[in-house]
């Protein structure tokens, strides 16, 4: 590949066989012929730009927009969290995207993580067929399509220093599992929807989030499926609203056969024009029976909500640096409906500062309420994208 700019560059500047010299036109109109062709070389050995494809992040997304054969990528954050109960400073995530464009119809696409520095994962690894006319289908290891975070959780795409907590714990982000299914886009709607491994209720534990229950498709238990979907809608100019759900019954015991039904959904919405962002998300999740899983819960049903703003100071300079101070308000409830003060506030005040679209800087502070305590929560972080 490197060697094709050079031939080209000989190709263009060399006299012809009669032996003429090329007029000034001529060699501007070769210049910029050059100039195109080394563009799309570069491009096509970088995987492409930044975007978001079929509901990846941008860096995941590059396979999409590759020359067929391997295709690289990645991102990592490092966080430090300054608490009451102590400081930390984590080498959070380190992360290989490794993929192949078979041709204009078939893609795999994997992610590898480090978690920690010492933990190794694999977030997803899928083969997608896309036929060209606004299907397309999707096999393997996979990010169940909720939220915001979940399938969009690479740096760049937020602001906070670490993910909101609503898609933490209700929304448990990052939530992958093995299945399969479709997705398309028509109009202005696009939409997925995956049958998948579920929860295992012999270790969720619902007073806590839905975190524990994930099996992160390693030889995950099958008994009983579920079934994920989402649809979104950007009908109108810098607007994005949309929900998603899942649905499956978490008992994967072999022997007993108390229902354990699970239930989550969310709907989101999204105003992201010129220097301007506002984003919102609800979610709910529903346990039956939760007071008989292993982990008993109070309460069968959980919820949590957040909206946020920010507003980059220079979105006018053009030249793809950004600096946007945001506020986040943020509420969950683990243990709906009982007598106890059970709900969490937490309000969140953050500067985002991204010298390129790949590189970010973060920090911010956050106030927790709780039962009328007050933690507070300083978090700085800094990510990238390649």
């Known amino acids: 590949m490197k060697i094709l700019p050079f031939t080209f560059l000989f190709a263009l ?58 295709s690289f990528g990645g991102y990592g954050e490092m966080l430090y969290t300054g608490k009451d109960a102590g400081n930390t400073w984590d080498f959070y995530r380190a992360i290989l995207y490794a993929g192949y464009r078979f041709d204009d119809n078939w893609v795999f696409n994997s992610e590898i ?23 397309g289908y999707r096999m393997g290891h996979m990010l169940v399509p909720m939220g915001w975070i979940n399938e969009l959780h690479e740096p760049t795409t937020f602001w906070s220093a670490n993910r909101p907590e ?11 599992e093995n299945g399969v299914g479709a997705y398309g886009e028509q109009g202005d709607f696009s939409w997925r929807l995956y049958v998948m491994n579920g929860f295992d209720a012999a270790d969720l534990d619902p007073s806590d989030g839905m975190r524990s229950g994930r099996q992160a ?31 499956g019954d978490s008992n994967q015991s072999t022997s007993d056969t108390t229902d354990f039904g699970t239930t989550l959904y969310d709907i989101h919405m999204q105003y992201d024009r010129g220097p301007l962002r506002l984003r919102g998300l609800y979610a709910t999740a529903e346990v039956n029976n939760a007071d ?95």
């Open 13 to 70: 500047f060399s006299p012809n066989l009669q032996g003429q010299e090329p007029s000034n036109n001529e060699l501007s109109r070769r210049i910029d012929l050059l100039a195109e062709q080394v563009e799309n070389i570069g491009i096509q050995e970088s995987g492409g730009a930044v975007g978001s494809v079929l509901g990846m992040g941008p860096a995941a997304s590059k396979v999409y927009s590759a020359a067929p054969g391997i």
């Open 113 to 135: 993580e480090f978690e920690h520095v010492d933990e190794v994962k694999l977030e997803f690894a899928y083969l997608d067929y896309n036929d060209g006319g606004g299907m």
């Open 166 to 176: 609503v898609e933490r714990k209700i929304l448990p982000s990052t939530w992958h």
């Open 217 to 247: 498709g390693h030889k995950a238990k099958a008994e009983n499926l579920a079934l994920s979907g989402r649809l979104d809608w950007t009908g109108a100019q810098g607007w994005t609203v949309g929900g998603s759900f899942y649905s």
């Open 292 to 386: 008989l899983l292993a982990n008993s819960s109070d309460s069968d049903s959980l919820k949590g909500w957040y909206a946020e703003a920010g507003y980059d100071l220079w979105a006018n300079r053009g030249n793809g640096t950004s600096l946007t101070p945001f506020v986040r308000k943020e509420m969950l409830d683990y243990l709906v409906d009982t007598a106890a003060d059970t709900e969490r506030d937490r309000t969140t005040f953050g500067l985002a500062y991204q010298p390129s679209d790949r590189v970010i800087f973060k920090a911010n502070t956050t106030t927790e309420e709780y039962q009328g305590t007050e933690t507070d929560i300083l978090e700085v972080s800094v990510g990238y994208i390649f």
